[in-house]
Nanobody
């Protein structure tokens, strides 16, 4: 089992940047594909980005492509989400999830086994 803790959220103006962190404890984090998802008020949780076990492959939702970058440091058991050029529509609670079962990246919530508690990101216009 792995425990995930997100941090780095906050309030930022449109056009600004934030870097989220997802720190893992427990089993070796490099054994897990990790994804970032977000949930805005009144909406379903949606896929944002994911990274494979080695960090060599990344996948992004079209809405964040070119603005967000996911990376990982397995030595620190941490996955990051660098968010640039933020827009008000990026406002949401951001969650990281860990997938223990698959080698290739998945975009569906159901494929992720462990979740953090979330961190709030608010972008003002």
């Amino acid at each position: 089992q792995v425990q995930l803790v997100e941090s780095g959220g906050g309030l930022v103006q449109a056009g600004g940047s934030l870097r989220l962190s997802c720190a893992a404890s427990g089993r070796t984090y490099s054994n897990y594909v990790t994804g970032w998802f977000r949930q805005a008020p009144g909406k379903e949780r949606e896929f944002v980005a994911a990274i494979n076990r080695s960090g060599g492959t990344t996948v992004y939702a079209d809405s964040v492509k070119g603005r967000f970058t996911i990376s990982r440091d397995n030595a620190k058991n941490t996955v990051y989400l660098q968010m640039n050029s933020l827009k008000p529509e990026d406002t949401a609670i951001y969650y990281c999830g860990a997938d223990r079962s698959h080698v290739q990246i998945r975009r569906q919530m159901a494929d992720y086994d462990y979740w953090g508690q979330g961190t709030q990101v608010t972008v003002s216009s």
